[in-house]
């Protein structure tokens, strides 16, 4: 049976493992606990028997007007546990919070442009490639960064793609 629950501070001693995967982007201790402290309702784990993490989903809410989103800033699932839809139960998830709590206009992440298998997944969940960002991993790799509309974007003016490529500098964060 897996249990998913909001992220708490003694699971950042018991995740490591889930992080093993090397498109899984790692943060230190202080990046973990400020989302933790800051957006507690975007950090969750899916927990197993035993109390073994199998995976978890880190996000934020930000910006302002109609760029108001939730953000995926992180989900990861153990490879042991693939397959097991755990990754659309956690997107799901942050999706619904920022739709119904936060009234957010939709929900962005960004993935490696060589991930492919996380691309087609995002897209199985309704997400476009709403930009491409030049050298955004590293300054090597781009990045694609993927919305989806939530019901607050009616038009679904939030994921008209834009026509070229963007750098890292032309994003806006806040």
Same mark, same amino acid.
């Given at each position: 049976?897996?249990? =998913?629950?909001?992220?708490?501070?003694?699971?950042?001693?018991?995740?490591?493992?889930?992080?093993?995967?090397?498109?899984?982007?790692?943060?230190?201790?202080?990046?973990?606990?400020?989302?933790?402290?800051?957006?507690?309702?975007?950090?969750?784990?899916?927990?197993?028997?035993?109390?073994?993490?199998?995976?978890? =989903?880190?996000?934020?809410?930000?910006?302002?007007?109609?760029?108001?989103?939730?953000?995926?800033?992180?989900?990861?699932?153990?490879?042991?546990?693939?397959?097991?839809?755990?990754?659309?139960?956690?997107?799901?998830?942050?999706? !619904?919070?920022? #739709?119904?709590? !936060?009234?957010?206009?939709?929900?962005?992440?960004?993935?490696?442009?060589?991930?492919?298998?996380? =691309?087609?997944?995002?897209?199985?969940?309704?997400?476009?490639?709403?930009?491409?960002?030049?050298?955004?991993?590293?300054?090597?790799?781009?990045?694609? #960064?993927?919305?989806?509309?939530?019901?607050?974007?009616?038009?679904?003016?939030?994921? =008209?793609?834009?026509?070229?490529?963007?750098?890292?500098?032309?994003?806006?964060?806040?």
């Amino acid at each position: 049976m897996t249990t =998913i629950r909001r992220f708490c501070c003694d699971d950042l001693l018991r995740f490591a493992s889930v992080n093993l995967d090397h498109l899984t982007e790692t943060f230190n201790m202080s990046f973990y606990m400020t989302y933790l402290a800051r957006w507690p309702d975007y950090f969750h784990v899916a927990e197993g028997p035993g109390n073994k993490i199998m995976g978890y =989903i880190m996000g934020k809410v930000e910006g302002q007007g109609e760029s108001w989103h939730g953000h995926v800033t992180a989900v990861t699932v153990a490879s042991e546990y693939r397959r097991q839809q755990l990754a659309k139960k956690l997107m799901n998830l942050l999706e !619904d919070i920022s #739709d119904k709590i !936060d009234k957010a206009y939709f929900v962005d992440l960004f993935v490696r442009a060589s991930n492919t298998p996380a =691309i087609k997944m995002y897209e199985k969940l309704g997400y476009v490639i709403y930009r491409r960002v030049l050298r955004y991993y590293s300054g090597e790799e781009d990045g694609l #960064d993927m919305r989806k509309a939530l019901s607050r974007d009616v038009e679904k003016k939030s994921i =008209i793609p834009l026509k070229r490529p963007v750098t890292p500098d032309e994003l806006e964060y806040d």
